[in-house]
């Protein structure tokens, strides 16, 4: 069955750096385009950045120049550097596709990894 599991999250300064993972399972990872969501407390959860088969990339403006999405095929994992960190980046991220399962498509999203920016 599909899985996804995130890792890497914690509590880190303003400025600071963290790099969480995405491990995946059950499905040919290289076919499918990979995304990382967050959700702040109190709103909705937010497209963060979106990586394709072929490595095309597409971020939300406010983590523009600061974040950095990319995937290992060969690991069947996908990854999220975060820089220059902001308070306002504090949020469950949660890893995320859309895959076909021979029969339609579905949305599959792992378990989420908190991400606390703080002094």
């Known amino acids: 069955q599909v899985q996804l599991v995130e890792s890497g999250g914690g509590l880190v300064q303003p400025g600071g750096s963290l790099r969480l993972s995405c491990a995946a399972s059950g499905f040919t990872f290289s076919s499918y385009a990979m995304r990382w969501y967050r959700q702040a407390p109190g709103k909705q959860r937010e497209l963060v950045a979106t990586?394709?088969?072929?490595?095309?990339?597409n971020y939300a403006d406010d983590v523009k120049g600061r974040f950095t999405i990319s995937r290992d095929d060969a690991k069947n994992t996908m990854y999220l550097q975060m820089n220059s960190l902001k308070p306002e980046d504090t949020a469950v991220y949660y890893c995320?596709?859309?895959?076909?399962?021979?029969?339609?498509?579905?949305?599959?999203w792992g378990q989420g990894t908190q991400v606390t920016v703080s002094s």
């Open positions: 990586i394709s088969n072929v490595g095309s990339l």
């Open positions: 995320y596709s859309k895959i076909w399962d021979g029969y339609t498509w579905r949305d599959y």
